[in-house]
């Protein structure tokens, strides 16, 4: 069965204190994998799609990576800005799962200045 | 520009009340979706839209009942919800289903059933 685990469930981080979100998957035929960032009571927003392993995009602050089991989100020198949960969704290649994505749980990121 | 609207932005309703859900997105995308969302869980999938064709519902129950009336707009119509259904609902559109597209949200509607 495809699973998306997300890791840690929340982490605490100083500003400044650079730190990683962990995204490991396990599904038979990656097609995309998603990172959004939510802000309480709003809508995700779009961070990155990764596709296949050793693909590597930045943004700003955050910097996601992909391995063929596992997804990075790396958040250097953050800020208080930065606090949200990030999530993490997979979309499989068979044709019953296009357009479902698969969530993981979330991170929960508190930057305290 | 990729953004999704959603009216309204809050929605207070009793149990018999009927209402609904608006939902635009003029990137020309041609899939939506529409998800539901419990505090501190992830979104869950509800329906799929796919060139104005509802092309996924995930075993919702026939109170929700989705509406696609063109390529820009969707609804969902709302009718004798219980107190459970109280969540955030947000709107989605990607470019296609086929292929991996990232999905764009709404700003969600907070809808709360008493």
């Known amino acids: 069965e495809d699973q998306v685990t997300q890791s840690p469930e929340a982490l605490r981080l100083q500003e400044g204190e650079s730190s990683s979100l962990n995204c490991s998957y396990t599904v038979s035929g990656l097609r995309g994998l998603f990172w959004y960032r939510q802000d309480p009571g709003k809508g995700p927003e779009f961070l990155f799609t990764l596709y296949s392993a050793g693909e590597e995009k930045e943004k700003e602050r955050l910097k996601a990576t992909l391995t063929k089991k596992e997804s990075f989100l790396h958040i250097t020198a953050p800020k208080p800005e930065d606090s949200a949960t990030y999530l993490c969704a997979v979309q499989a290649s068979w044709t019953d799962s296009w357009g479902k994505f698969q969530f993981g749980a979330g991170t929960q990121v508190v930057v305290t200045p | 520009d990729t953004e999704v609207t959603q009216t309204p932005k809050h929605l207070v309703m009793g149990m018999t009340n009927k209402k609904s859900l608006k939902c635009e997105q003029h990137m020309g995308h041609r899939a939506m979706y529409w998800y539901k969302q419990k505090a501190k869980k992830p979104p869950e999938l509800m329906f799929v839209?796919?060139?104005?064709?509802?092309?996924i519902n995930e075993s919702v129950p026939s109170r929700f009942s989705p509406e696609c009336p063109n390529s820009s707009l969707l609804n969902l119509h709302l009718h004798a919800l219980q107190p459970e259904d109280s969540a955030l609902y947000l709107c989605a559109s990607s470019s296609g289903l086929a292929g991996a597209y990232e999905q764009y949200f709404g700003p969600g509607t907070r809808l709360t059933v008493t």
């Open positions: 839209y796919s060139y104005e064709k509802l092309s």
